[in-house]
């Protein structure tokens, strides 16, 4: 029956249906079920390997690249690490805070050690996968937000001070975010009883927002690295980067689409507003950077496809294919303003610049999700006749804007304040600054007793 199933289109599975005695429907009824249930499973695992991909290899090429050859080991170390540290949190009680009922602004402790976390459905957040499918899928997210923030103090951080900043940055910041805006009964949660409804389908506010503006704080908690201005930094091996964008660009599908939790027309419709949108902030950044240098690079081409993808994802799973496109050029260009201009004009040292590309890029798309957002992408959100509700300005509901400013509001806030208590917290603790000797050497065999490359094997 399974196999008959596969093969006949709805068509055939309503006629099918009309045709079938009555003690046959409710058997017809719970396989076609079963046949949903394995394909929204099997989708939202392999986005979850997606995700997961996106900080390693992904990231860690991405940032590796970037840096001076004397810090690759130590900048991928980042990335590598995190994807064993915050499993652990969020094993132990990360999934609860941010998932769990609780507060309007984190969970309780009923998840702990992902007790009650099993292989039957939340209905609140995946009525067709298992619990632990959306628990694993969401755990990718929370390893690559604290792993962008590693791009603003690259080259220049203690690795045992990195290692208590992203354990506190998780409980103080990460979790609270996650719960307010995906976790039932969040402030700014839109679809399950949040007094903001705020929309941010795939993390624009969560992860970009959050990462992007800890990410400044950083930089300027830190300083600038030694020899800053002085010095040439340029990244020392770009063909790195190239393979770590390109890495990204195929994993965003499932950070993205993989959103739609389930194998759906939803999930479809995000899957093309991602590859749209950072389509055209590849053209938005070049033509800016062309016009502003004389000549479009390499390095200019992947941070626009980047700032793109991080653009798109809050409005991902809102908007249609075109007004993808004019988010993506925005933010390509406006990405390329922040890191080219406005940082030279104030002089601070965003290593691999994470602020100019998330915190700005997803502070844009947070608002532009605001503007675009339709009910004929998403209507999830009905009245109480079963009519869908107006979503964004296009919708005509301008109020989503200031709904949107709220929430990116919100963020900014939790990601200001949250970071520099835990710096101050890592400062005391550790220092974390590495010394300057230990700079000059590099953190590749200052931190780890290793070396990038072997030019003598």
């Avoid at 989708?43 to 995700?51: D, R, Y």
């Avoid at 307010?180 to 970009?208: Q, S």
Wanted: charged share 10%.
């Amino acid at each position: 029956m399974t196999k008959l199933l596969t093969l006949l289109p709805l068509s055939g599975l309503a006629a099918l249906a009309q045709q079938a005695p009555p003690d046959k429907i409710a058997a017809l009824e719970a396989a076609v079920q079963s046949a949903q249930s394995a394909g929204d499973n099997a989708w939202m695992l392999t986005s979850s390997a997606l995700v997961l991909m996106m900080t390693g290899p992904g990231l860690a090429l991405f940032y590796g690249g970037l840096v001076r050859k004397k810090n690759v080991l130590g900048t991928m170390m980042h990335s590598f690490i995190l994807m064993a540290l915050i499993t652990v949190i969020w094993a132990v009680v990360g999934y609860s805070l941010a998932f769990a009922e609780g507060s309007p602004f984190i969970g309780d402790l009923r998840y702990l050690f992902l007790n009650g976390v099993g292989l039957t459905p939340n209905a609140d957040y995946g009525a067709t996968v298992p619990h632990q499918t959306y628990m694993i899928y969401q755990l990718m997210f929370a390893i690559i937000t604290p792993a962008l923030i590693s791009g603003a103090f690259a080259e220049r951080m203690k690795f045992s001070a990195m290692l208590l900043f992203m354990t506190l940055w998780a409980l103080i910041v990460y979790f609270p975010q996650a719960h307010m805006v995906w976790g039932k009964g969040g402030l700014l949660n839109a679809f399950l009883g949040g007094k903001i409804p705020c929309f941010d389908f795939a993390g624009g506010t969560v992860v970009h927002i959050t990462s992007g503006v800890s990410a400044l704080i950083c930089a300027l908690y830190m300083g600038k690295r030694h020899g800053f201005g002085t010095e040439p930094m340029k990244p020392h091996n770009l063909t790195l980067s190239v393979i770590g964008a390109c890495l990204l660009w195929v994993g965003w599908f499932g950070f993205n689409a993989g959103s739609a939790v389930a194998s759906s027309s939803l999930a479809t419709s995000a899957f093309v507003a991602t590859h749209f949108a950072t389509a055209a902030a590849v053209i938005g950044w070049l033509v800016a950077e062309w016009m502003h240098n004389g000549k479009p690079s390499v390095l200019g081409g992947i941070s626009g496809a980047v700032a793109g993808l991080v653009a798109i994802t809050p409005a991902s799973g809102f908007v249609k294919p075109m007004p993808a496109l004019l988010i993506g050029f925005l933010a390509g260009a406006i990405c390329f303003f922040f890191v080219a201009i406005v940082k030279n004009k104030f002089g601070y040292d965003d290593s691999l610049d994470a602020f100019g590309v998330h915190g700005i890029g997803g502070t844009l798309g947070a608002l532009l999700t605001g503007v675009f957002a339709t009910n004929e992408i998403n209507n999830a959100l009905k009245d109480s006749a079963g009519k869908p509700l107006a979503l964004g300005l296009v919708d005509g509901n301008p109020g989503q804007v200031l709904n949107q400013a709220m929430g990116c509001l919100i963020a900014w806030s939790l990601a200001i304040v949250g970071t520099f208590i835990i710096l101050k917290i890592c400062d005391m603790v550790f220092g974390v600054r590495v010394d300057t000797d230990h700079e000059v050497q590099g953190l590749d065999l200052a931190m780890h007793g290793e070396e990038g490359y072997n030019l003598e094997a």
